[in-house]
């Protein structure tokens, strides 16, 4: 078991730039969530995936946000247009089902857009 | 809606000291309740869940917590703090049909020596 694993740990950007991040999650497990995290608050909840399907996505994905699982494997999530707001950490994590599973978080993407 | 509250933002405690961390969440079933710890710059590891059954739930690291349905509380306790101790504690809440977490804002701990 490797765990959920993210790519790249840190990012920095000009304002403008599109930027995406990678997340492998656990081997079999089929959901798969994105989340965001700014300084000093909890993750707050982006999207939501069962197995390639995206299924829920927050209010907070705007149209400059994009997220792709294919195949049921890794997922993207693509920040196009980056604006100095979208400076967080990102976090990605997955569970299996049945219900009551527990979410198993990766190191997140911490992205600085300047 | 559902929500966490965390009251305490920053908690300063002695090593060797007894810790409780507060939780109070807004859910109008049986919740689905975490907590979570994260050091500086890391993800997040589950410290222990609670879905049902026995209301005091033990967890890694010697942390325990109870969940109180008069109170809507789940309070996170150790009985001895270690310096490694030393991180951020989130509680979060099960919503949805399709179980996203909603966490509270976290508490900062921090171990005097």
């Known amino acids: 078991d490797t765990g959920v694993s993210q790519d790249p740990r840190h990012k920095i950007t000009k304002r403008g730039q599109n930027v995406t991040f990678r997340c492998d999650p656990i081997?079999?497990?089929?959901?798969l969530y994105w989340y965001r995290q700014t300084l000093g608050q909890g993750p707050e909840f982006l999207t939501y995936?069962?197995?390639?399907?995206?299924?829920?996505k927050s209010r907070l994905l705007s149209d400059r946000f994009s997220a792709e699982r294919p195949k049921g494997s890794f997922s993207t999530l693509e920040i196009q247009r980056t604006e100095q707001g979208d400076s967080a950490m990102y976090l990605c994590?997955?569970?299996?089902?049945?219900?009551?599973?527990?979410?198993?978080f990766g190191p997140g993407t911490r992205l600085l857009v300047l | 809606a559902q929500s966490v509250t965390q009251p305490d933002i920053h908690i300063t405690v002695s090593e060797g000291a007894s810790l409780e961390l507060r939780c109070n969440y807004s859910?109008?079933?049986?919740?689905?309740l975490f907590w979570y710890v994260q050091s500086p710059g890391q993800g997040l590891q589950l410290l222990l869940k609670?879905?049902?059954?026995?209301?005091l739930v033990q967890g890694i690291k010697g942390f325990e917590a109870e969940f109180k349905r008069s109170q809507s509380s789940f309070n996170l306790r150790k009985p001895s703090v270690h310096w490694s101790d030393a991180a951020e504690y989130f509680c979060?809440?099960?919503?949805?049909?399709?179980?996203?977490?909603?966490f509270g804002a976290g508490t900062r701990l921090a171990v005097h020596p």
């Open positions: 994590a997955s569970s299996l089902t049945p219900s009551k599973e527990t979410q198993y």
């Open positions: 081997s079999e497990h089929n959901r």
């Open positions: 995936f069962q197995n390639e399907a995206q299924l829920e």
């Open positions: 859910y109008g079933a049986t919740p689905y």
């Open positions: 609670y879905f049902s059954g026995d209301t």
């Open positions: 979060a809440v099960v919503s949805g049909g399709y179980n996203k977490l909603i």
